[in-house]
């Protein structure tokens, strides 16, 4: 398995760790709104805090692949948009939020950033 990944092109290693490592990450930040919501905060603090481990675990190699092709201004607007993009359908479907036009203008901003950041290369 790690031999299929590292024959995988550096940015889509990059991306691909960045995405699972956003998924833990946005369970340990806001899950416990949802799901111990009753339990005191310390609980909750010590659940995130378990969840993000795994978040941790596939940032830091993401981040390390990711610094070989990518500045560390590109990688952390990429890490920006992602978070953005794994955050609105969390939000929708697991929180139950309303969906809002405002995440599509925040997503048009972040376009805006990804030029930006990737204009010189």
């Known amino acids: 398995m790690i ?9 889509v290693q990059t991306v691909g760790l960045l995405i699972a490592s956003n998924v833990f990450m946005t369970f340990a930040w806001y899950g416990h709104l949802r799901s111990h ?11 995130s805090w378990g969840i993000a481990l795994f978040e941790y675990l596939l940032q830091v190699p993401a981040n390390r692949i990711g610094h ?23 939000a929708v479907f697991y929180m139950k939020e309303p969906l809002k036009l405002d995440f599509l203008w925040a997503g048009l901003c972040m ?7 990737f204009r010189s290369n």
Request: avoid cysteine.
């Open 3 to 11: 031999t299929f990944l590292q024959s995988l092109p550096v940015s």
């Open 37 to 47: 919501a009753a339990s005191p905060w310390l609980v909750a603090a010590l659940v």
């Open 68 to 90: 070989t092709q990518f500045s560390v201004a590109q990688l952390k607007i990429m890490q920006e948009v992602i978070t953005l993009s794994v955050f609105v359908p969390f």
């Open 111 to 117: 376009v805006g950033a990804v030029y930006f950041m």
